[in-house]
């Protein structure tokens, strides 16, 4: 009986190996890295273990049978054989599925911070129109105002008129009676005077004027 159960061992471990060595292949890893055959035998080779355990809990008496029919011996070879072949499809299942439940939270909480930098840059000029700012701030309201040309001041108080914060470029060249070119370099010259800020919503490129620019346009 003794030798019996060392025989059922050594048939165990080589099925679980050449199982573990059989998913090596079938999964198409002979050119990954010199010990990526290591896993899926150690797997095999677990698997392999399990079968009596399995066939215990299942009632059935293979393994004190193989002990006077060889033929059930080879049954017995043959189920830890396919044991070790199927283990690949239970980690391969749960490792993909974890791997694609994380890619999927990944996608949410990229598309989640893209949108809340959206809503952020869209509410920045509401909250900045309603908030009073200090009276010392005020004193610098005019410094680069000079320098503001007939378009600048024009394109500015374009920006400020209006039922719409947010203003598309078609709707301030249409309302300034500016080309597109001249228009484009007028916000570019007002935004980096911190007169106008730009935003990107889901409609697309929008611009607004800032607070900065209420206060010079009233101190007109």
Same mark, same amino acid.
């Given at each position: 009986?003794?030798?019996?159960?060392?025989?059922?061992?050594?048939?165990?471990?080589?099925?679980?190996?050449?199982?573990?060595?059989?998913?090596?292949?079938?999964?198409?890893?002979?050119?990954?890295?010199?010990?990526?055959?290591?896993?899926?035998?150690?797997?095999?080779?677990?698997?392999?273990?399990?079968?009596?355990?399995?066939?215990?809990?299942?009632?059935?008496?293979?393994?004190?049978?193989?002990?006077?029919?060889?033929?059930?011996?080879?049954?017995?070879?043959?189920?830890?054989?396919?044991?070790?072949?199927?283990?690949?499809?239970?980690?391969?299942?749960?490792?993909?599925?974890?791997?694609?439940?994380?890619?999927?939270?990944?996608?949410?909480?990229?598309?989640?911070?893209?949108?809340?930098?959206?809503?952020?840059?869209?509410?920045?000029?509401?909250?900045?129109?309603?908030?009073?700012?200090?009276?010392?701030?005020?004193? =610098?309201?005019? @410094?680069?105002? /000079?320098? %503001?040309?007939? !378009?600048? +001041?024009?394109?500015?108080?374009?920006?400020?008129? *209006? &039922?719409?914060?947010?203003?598309?470029?078609?709707?301030?060249?249409? =309302?300034?009676? @500016?080309?597109? /070119?001249? %228009?484009?370099? !007028?916000? +570019?010259?007002?935004?980096?005077?911190?007169?106008? *800020? &730009?935003?990107?919503?889901?409609?697309?490129?929008?611009?607004?004027?800032?607070?900065?620019?209420?206060?010079?346009?009233?101190?007109?």
């Amino acid at each position: 009986m003794d030798n019996h159960f060392f025989v059922l061992a050594v048939v165990m471990l080589i099925a679980g190996a050449f199982g573990g060595v059989v998913n090596y292949y079938l999964l198409g890893r002979q050119e990954d890295k010199p010990n990526a055959w290591v896993r899926p035998v150690v797997l095999g080779i677990g698997a392999s273990f399990l079968v009596p355990v399995v066939l215990d809990v299942l009632a059935i008496k293979l393994v004190l049978e193989s002990a006077e029919d060889p033929s059930k011996l080879l049954i017995f070879t043959s189920i830890c054989l396919i044991a070790a072949i199927l283990s690949r499809y239970l980690t391969g299942s749960m490792g993909d599925k974890v791997a694609e439940e994380a890619q999927r939270a990944t996608d949410k909480t990229e598309a989640l911070m893209v949108e809340l930098r959206n809503l952020q840059d869209e509410i920045a000029p509401l909250i900045e129109t309603e908030t009073e700012a200090d009276s010392i701030a005020s004193v =610098d309201d005019n @410094t680069g105002v /000079a320098e %503001l040309d007939v !378009t600048s +001041s024009k394109v500015l108080k374009t920006l400020a008129s *209006g &039922r719409f914060i947010f203003r598309s470029l078609s709707g301030l060249c249409r =309302d300034s009676s @500016t080309d597109e /070119a001249t %228009l484009r370099q !007028t916000l +570019s010259v007002l935004t980096n005077k911190g007169l106008a *800020g &730009r935003s990107r919503g889901p409609k697309g490129e929008r611009w607004y004027v800032t607070e900065r620019g209420r206060r010079v346009l009233e101190s007109q």
